[in-house]
C-alpha cells in the first residue's frame, strides 16, 4: 500500500512559481513511477509530467513549453514538480501519483497506468 501526500499549493501572481511536494509513506518508492497529473473545473484529469523509478528518465506534457520540472529523491521518498512562469490556464487541483513497475526505463503517462494517488493540491493562478 502506497500513501501519497501532495503539499505546496496556493494562490500565486501569473509569472510566479510554485513547488509541490508528494510523500510517500509506503516503502520503496524506488520501485514506483511516479507522476504529476492536473484536473482542471469541467476538464478531465491531464498529464503533467513523469519520472522514472530512478529519476534518470522524464516525459513533460507539450503544453508546458518547458515551464515546469520534475524530480525525486528516493531516500527521502519524495517526488517535487517546480511550476515557473505559472499562468492563470495553470489554475488546477495537482494530483501526485505512483505505478508499480519492474522496469527502470520507463515512465507512465496516462491516469489508467497508476494504482495510487494522493488527495491533490489546489494551485490557483491569478491574472
Known amino acids: 500500500q502506497v500513501l501519497l501526500v501532495e503539499s505546496g499549493g496556493g494562490l500565486v501572481q501569473a509569472g510566479g512559481s510554485l513547488t509541490l511536494s508528494c510523500v510517500s509513506s509506503g516503502r520503496h518508492i524506488d520501485m514506483y513511477n511516479m507522476g504529476w497529473f492536473r484536473q482542471a473545473p469541467g476538464k478531465d484529469r491531464e498529464f503533467v509530467a513523469a519520472?522514472?523509478?530512478?529519476?534518470?528518465?522524464?516525459r513533460y506534457s507539450d503544453s508546458l513549453e518547458g515551464r515546469f520540472m520534475i524530480s525525486r529523491d528516493n531516500a527521502k521518498n519524495t517526488v517535487t514538480l517546480q511550476m515557473n512562469r505559472l499562468k492563470p490556464d495553470d489554475t488546477a487541483v495537482y494530483y501526485c501519483?505512483?505505478?508499480?513497475?519492474?522496469?527502470?526505463?520507463?515512465?507512465?503517462?496516462?491516469?489508467?497506468?497508476?494504482?495510487?494517488w494522493g488527495q491533490g493540491t489546489q494551485v490557483t493562478v491569478s491574472s
Open positions: 501519483a505512483a505505478n508499480f513497475s519492474p522496469i527502470y526505463t520507463t515512465v507512465a503517462i496516462t491516469t489508467q497506468e497508476y494504482n495510487y
Open positions: 519520472i522514472s523509478r530512478t529519476g534518470a528518465f522524464k
